[in-house]
């Protein structure tokens, strides 16, 4: 099979276009990235990364991502009036992996405001 030599232009540096420019870069196809903002916009756009988003990051070794991540802080449930927790769990319950949710790590989240997110 020839490789391909054709240019591929991605239209916006946001998340997936960033994703997509780098998937085609790593399997040798040549591409150009385009955006119409003239400058990195401030503040989030997303609270977190999803599990597929840490999957696919995993796949393309961006390993500046996972060492980022945090995992998200246990919620706590309280009687009204105290301060003593009445039951202490996590957000988002263990899932064990299978053929079609491979990467199940629900508990990581990158922390607002960090610079790998913009």
Known sequence: MTPCTTPVLVVGAG???MIAALTLA????PVRIIEQEPQHRRGQRGATIQPRTFEVFHFLHVPEIHE???TFLLLQEHDRGSLEPRNTF???GY????????YVRTDLSIPCGDPVGR
């Open 95 to 102: 899932t064990e992996p299978t053929a079609a949710i491979p």
């Open 90 to 92: 996590p957000m988002v």
């Open 68 to 70: 980022r991540a945090t």
């Open 15 to 17: 998340p997936t276009g």
């Open 26 to 29: 790593r399997n040798n196809v």
